[in-house]
């Protein structure tokens, strides 16, 4: 992939919750998907844009339908072949990047131990995460 590309994924990808960016930055998925790529046999440029179509179903700005969709459009691919280099971008780059990311979240949950009155204050106060600040103020001076 082009440095242009890398630079504007990269950027994009900083606006992802924390557990996501890192999920997605601690992950090889550009080098999983040139390997990909490679093995259906696609030249450097369809290879760059199968990485395109990744990086923006990654981001999240196409679901899993359009994703097989885009690589046949976009790629130059038959809808067969697009429906298999699918599938193996999910076996081998989605749910690893998904089970990272479910083990962050875990991980960030253990280390953050709310109390149970921040836990009553919140419900009765409708959602409204203000108050989760005020009672960490409030705790503080205690």
């Known amino acids: 992939m082009n440095e242009k590309s890398k630079t504007i994924i990269r950027e994009e990808i900083l606006g992802l919750p924390k557990e996501m960016q890192e ?27 199968f990485q395109l179509e990744t990086a923006s179903f990654l981001l999240g700005l196409v679901d899993e339908d359009s994703y097989s969709i885009n690589i046949e459009e976009e790629v130059g691919v038959s809808k067969e072949e697009s429906k298999k280099i699918a599938e193996e971008a999910f076996q ?28 009553i204050n919140f419900v009765l106060s409708g959602g409204d995460y203000f108050t989760l600040l005020e009672n960490d103020n409030e705790d503080d001076k205690v």
């Open 23 to 49: 999920a997605i930055n601690s992950f090889p998925w550009e080098r999983i998907s040139k390997d990909i790529g490679e093995k259906y046999l696609l030249n450097e440029g369809e290879i760059e844009t």
């Open 92 to 119: 081998k780059i989605f749910i690893p990047i998904n089970n990272l990311l479910e083990k962050n979240i875990k991980k960030n949950l253990q280390n953050n131990n709310p109390n149970w009155q921040q836990s």
